[in-house]
């Protein structure tokens, strides 16, 4: 008696849909997730007492505006994107962001009792290598 070992065929479809990639895909994305947003608001843990102004209205900014941060502490560091960086230094640090074709708006985030020569030390640094698009970061006043 002679076997016969192959199979019938099916004309239905499959109508399986294995997800296991896409459970994948999804777990790898939260991880890069939770550990990028972390580092978007790092900029922010650099305590600093802004000086305050009065309240204004306010435009806001074009979404695809590049931001970067320097922070003048009252102590005299200046932090440049949340690395610190020597005040005589700052220029050097400041060049690759000035051979962009867009340069970056430069947010200048300075304690209250900082010093006007170390403000005007870091505006130097920015006139030197032509960066000219800055704007502040203080306190609006509780009036």
Do not use: W, Y
């Given at each position: ?94 060049a690759p962001f000035a051979g ?15 010093t006007a020569q170390q403000f ?24």
């Amino acid at each position: 008696m002679a076997r016969n070992f192959r199979r019938q065929r099916q004309s239905a479809p499959i109508s399986e849909l294995n997800v296991t990639n896409l459970i994948d895909l999804g777990f790898t994305l939260l991880i890069v997730f939770m550990i990028a947003t972390p580092l978007i608001n790092q900029e922010q843990t650099i305590p600093v007492d802004l000086p305050v102004e009065s309240q204004s209205e306010q435009t806001p900014p074009d979404p695809d505006t590049q931001f970067e941060s320097i922070t003048i502490r009252a102590d005299g560091t200046v932090s440049l994107s949340g690395e610190v960086v020597r005040l005589d230094a700052l220029a050097d640090a400041l060049a690759p962001f000035a051979g962009q074709s867009e340069p970056p708006v430069f947010r200048i985030r300075m304690d209250a009792d900082s010093t006007a020569q170390q403000f005007i030390t870091v505006m130097d640094a920015l006139k030197t290598q032509r960066l000219s698009r800055i704007t502040f970061d203080t306190q609006v006043s509780a009036q």
